[in-house]
């Protein structure tokens, strides 16, 4: 299933898109599209059953805002070097374990709302990123198979990174990753059902038009599963976080000097197999 929150900010009504494109409400079955819905086999099951009967109601979806596909986040846990080909071109040894850091819920906006330049950036950056969903409290697993067995679903995260911030302020890279819409989600929370390898996905991000970033899932250093599984060892992952789980080659950072980092006005593109895709228009903050 394709879910998906529409509405103004703050205001979004839970729906599903239906395989010939159609949006459907589903605020007459559930509440919202959260980690309590997706713990819930019995509930989604409702929901199945409902798309399948053709019981879901159209909605209209003309200057409809599309949210961000979750809602009540708890936490996000990220994943940073972790690409082959992101590791070659930042100079970067791949690393032996998992580089683990948090951007907070509340830099979570939907896929085509405006992203700000926090002030005073001079190096704002871009990263497409395959978004993981847990839909399983996941406590010390023992395997990646596990892990993958606690992915409720899959959709697009874009890591929007003020690098200065991150690299060269001292102290933790949060500086540069917590930045107000710094972490734009969906269009669509795709169940993992319609996933089945999560390492065959393309991944694709356009600056003006320019595609810059063309990568895989294929080149990830640490697939999916395992990662779930790894930060399961220390922290639990509960129904309704969300794991981004690094970027491919193309990042402003890996470019020759002058290095094109984000300005206000800039319009960012970006996709994953599958998953939908996003446009995002730069302002200053």
Not at 164 to 182: A, L, S, V, Y
């Amino acid at each position: 299933m394709k879910l998906l929150r529409v509405g103004t900010a703050g205001r979004e009504r839970p729906a599903l898109l239906d395989p010939d494109g159609t949006l459907r409400d589903l605020s007459g079955l559930v509440a919202d599209i959260d980690g309590t819905l997706l713990a819930d086999e019995d509930a989604l099951g409702r929901i199945r059953s409902a798309a399948a009967a053709g019981d879901l109601p159209a909605l209209d979806a003309t200057g409809l805002r599309t949210g961000p596909p979750l809602a009540r986040i708890g936490k996000i846990v990220c994943i940073g070097l972790n690409y082959h080909d992101h590791a070659r071109e930042t100079g970067a040894e791949p690393p032996a374990e998992p580089v683990v850091f948090f951007k907070a819920p509340d830099t979570v906006v939907g896929p085509d709302d405006t992203v700000l330049i926090p002030r005073g950036s001079l190096k704002t950056d871009w990263e497409v990123e395959l978004a993981v969903v847990i839909g399983r409290t996941a406590r010390y697993l023992e395997s990646a198979e596990e892990g993958l067995a606690h992915v409720a679903g899959y959709a697009v995260a874009h890591d929007v990174s003020e690098r200065e911030f991150q690299i060269e302020r001292g102290g933790t890279w949060d500086k540069g990753k917590n930045c107000e819409t710094f972490n734009p989600l969906g269009p669509w929370l795709v169940t993992a059902d319609e996933v089945p390898d999560p390492q065959n996905l393309s991944l694709r991000l356009w600056v003006n038009g320019e595609l810059k970033q063309d990568g895989t899932t294929a080149e990830q250093i640490f697939p999916v599963g395992e990662v779930v599984r790894y930060v399961s060892r220390f922290m639990t992952l509960y129904p309704g976080d969300v794991v981004n789980t690094g970027t491919p080659a193309g990042v402003a950072m890996g470019h020759p000097e002058p290095k094109p980092y984000l300005r206000a006005g800039d319009v960012v593109e970006l996709e994953v197999t599958g998953l939908g895709r996003q446009r995002q228009v730069l302002a200053q903050a």
